[in-house]
């Protein structure tokens, strides 16, 4: 069974840091793995799709890296502002189609 | 274009009632997924739906639960017999996948808080 563990739990640090989220998963079969932001209250909001033969995806700030082999992904953000406060969630696309979520990892992005 | 939306956006009610969630996804987007998300944890797959089908419902607790999507469009997901433990946030989402495709990305509504008091 697939088990998604994102690390930490929550993390909180000043603006303009860079700053570093993990994502591990314990089976490598995979097709693609996605991360969410996720506001209080609201829904899941796609920030990067990394496809299983891709090593990373970037947008603005963002970068993504998977290492497929090892069950490893990070998210890194460059620059940090206060907007970026969230929770941000890893998910996997397992042999199926469903996502399988990590528990979310709570940001806090202090002025 | 519109979202995902989905109604209503908080359903209280009472021990053993019935409880319908609804989901109208992005047009044309043939996929629709339920998952339910529980407080400080993240979504966990109820069901799958492919055009009008119930292609995978795995996810499922127990057969309290239930949905359908009649049209391959909306999509309603039934609860009977609601239990405190059913209290949660049910999320929906949809995604242009076709059969045969896996892993295409997923659009997520703005979801459900069901309490059960």
């Known amino acids: 069974k697939q088990e998604v563990t994102q690390i930490p739990a929550a993390l909180s640090v000043p603006e303009g840091e860079n700053l570093v989220l993990n994502c591990s998963f314990t089976?490598?079969?995979?097709?693609?793995l996605q991360w969410f932001r996720q506001d209080p209250g609201k829904g899941l909001t796609s920030l990067l799709l990394?496809?299983?033969?891709?090593r990373e995806q970037t947008s603005g700030r963002l970068n993504a890296s998977l290492d497929k082999s090892s069950g490893r992904s990070t998210l890194y953000i460059a620059a940090s502002q206060p907007g970026d406060s969230a929770t941000y969630l890893c998910?996997?696309?397992?042999?199926?189609?469903?996502?399988?979520f990590g528990q979310g990892t709570r940001l806090t992005i202090n002025p | 274009g519109a979202g995902v939306s989905q109604t209503p956006s908080n359903k209280v009610t009472e021990k053993g009632k019935y409880v319908e969630l609804r989901c109208d996804p992005i047009?044309?987007?043939?996929?629709l997924y339920w998952y339910r998300q529980s407080l400080g944890q993240g979504p966990e797959f109820l069901i799958y739906?492919?055009?009008?089908?119930?292609?995978?419902d795995s996810g499922l607790p127990n057969d309290r639960f239930f949905a359908v999507r009649p049209e391959g469009s909306v999509s309603t997901l039934k609860i009977q017999r609601t239990e405190r433990g059913d209290s949660a946030v049910y999320l929906c989402?949809?995604?242009?996948?076709?059969?045969?495709?896996?892993?295409?990305?997923?659009?997520f509504g703005p979801g459900t808080r069901l309490t059960v008091l």
């Open positions: 989402a949809s995604s242009p996948t076709r059969r045969g495709v896996v892993g295409n990305e997923q659009f």
């Open positions: 089976d490598s079969a995979i097709y693609n």
């Open positions: 990394i496809q299983s033969s891709q």
């Open positions: 998910a996997v696309t397992p042999g199926a189609q469903k996502l399988v």
């Open positions: 047009s044309g987007h043939t996929a």
């Open positions: 739906f492919q055009g009008t089908g119930a292609a995978d």
